[in-house]
Each structure stands twice: as C-alpha cells, then as structure tokens.
C-alpha cells in the first residue's frame, strides 16, 4: 500500500512571504496522480493543485507551485506571496492510475499552516 | 459552481442506533465516495462507488457500513450499528471520470454518544 508523509506537523509564514510544505510518498508504482488539498476551519477540503507523475513538468496555479521529484518521491507545495486566507490545514494525497485501483485518494497526516500578519 | 452537498451538517446520535448521511454528488459525477476524519487526524478512505457498485473499499468499511444511490442524486452511507469510535467528521466526494479530480462536500459531523 502507498504510504504518504508529512513530515511538517505545523509551519509559520508571514505575509506575503513564501513557505514550502514538505510531502514524500511510497509507491512501487509508475503512474499516479498527488494532490494537495487544503482544509480550512470549516473543515472543507478544497483541492489546491494536482500533478500527474507521468508529467516532467510542475504543476503551478496562481501563487501555488509544487516541485515534483518522481526519483526521490517528493512533493512539495510552494505558496508565494502568502495571504492570510492561506491559513488551514494542508493534506497531501496520492491517487493510482490503476484502473482496477478504485481511485481512492490517500491522505498525509497534513501540515498546519499559520500566516502572521 | 456546482458542488457536493451534504445533509445533515451535524448528527448526533446514541450508540447502537442506525445513521444514514446524505449527499449529492454533481450532476454530471460518475465517481462517488466516502471518507472519513477522526478529530485531529488524517482523512481516511471508505469506499468508492461506480456504475451502481462498490469499486473499492478499505479496512474500515466493515458490514457496519452500506453505501446506496437510491435514485438518480443522491448517495449515502449507512452506519447500521454506531459505535462511540465511528465519531469523525464524513467527508463525500465526488468526480467526473476515474482520474478527475474529486470534489468534496462540506461534511456531516457526526457525534456517537
């Protein structure tokens, strides 16, 4: 089974400063999908960006970018310009491509991000 | 936008009792499904649900639990006997094709006393 990690229970951010959130996986296999969810206090959970492993290319929107490093199974979320509505919880999820996989998504424990004024 | 609605947002129930939480996918979703968050932890995943049966469940999903689409919109889970430990916050989703990204409802809270 694929394992993900968040190695970051809490991060801290200015605003309009730049922090990057921390996300390693496990898996024997070559395609899939990451995610990175964020989940703010009314516990909605809202998709931030996505990335497909069969793509080189990081996925960027808006003020949100990721670095993908298919080899060493890395993740990371980059948030430029910090706001203060960027404050929630922050879940990374890994996704199969397997078709006979059920397509369930498979959620870090996540990071806690706070942005100070 | 369209989005996944769920009723109750809240429900509160005594041990032992059935619950059943609603939702509404998007219309057009053809991919359905349940997760979990205990307070403090991570969201887990249920089961998914295509083409009118399970395509998936996890270790959690035991015979407690039953999904159904009983008409054409809604979709919802069924805890047959609650237990103090099925206390979480019940997350739908939904998504148009298998690989699409999901979108998820609000939640229902729900509180086994």
């Known amino acids: 089974a694929q394992t993900v990690t968040q190695s970051q229970p809490e991060m801290s951010v200015q605003e309009a400063e730049t922090v990057t959130l921390s996300c390693t996986y496990d898996t024997s296999e070559s395609d899939y999908y990451l995610f990175w969810y964020k989940q703010p206090p009314s516990r909605q959970m809202i998709l931030v960006i996505r990335?497909?492993?069969?793509?080189?290319q990081n996925a960027t929107e808006n003020r949100f970018s990721v670095n993908f490093q298919k080899a060493a199974k890395s993740f990371s979320l980059k948030i430029s310009d910090s706001q203060l509505g960027d404050a929630a919880m922050y879940f990374c999820?890994?996704?199969?491509?397997?078709?006979?996989?059920?397509?369930?998504?498979?959620f870090g424990k996540g990071t806690s991000l706070l942005v100070t004024p | 936008e369209p989005e996944v609605t769920q009723t109750p947002s809240h429900q509160v129930t005594q041990m032992g009792q059935e619950v059943i939480l609603r939702c509404v996918p998007i219309?057009?979703?053809?991919?359905f499904y349940w997760y979990r968050q205990i307070l403090g932890q991570k969201v887990e995943f249920l089961v998914s649900f295509y083409n009118n049966e399970i395509s998936e469940k996890s270790e959690i999903f035991d015979d407690q639990f039953s999904v159904e689409r009983p008409d054409g919109s809604n979709f919802t889970l069924k805890i047959r006997s609650t237990k103090l430990e099925d206390s979480a916050m019940y997350f739908c989703?939904?998504?148009?094709?298998?690989?699409?990204?999901?979108?998820f409802g609000n939640g229902t809270r729900l509180t086994v006393t």
């Open positions: 999820a890994y996704r199969s491509a397997r078709t006979n996989s059920g397509y369930a998504l498979n």
């Open positions: 219309s057009n979703h053809l991919y």
């Open positions: 989703a939904s998504s148009v094709y298998s690989d699409s990204p999901l979108h």
């Open positions: 990335q497909e492993a069969y793509k080189q």
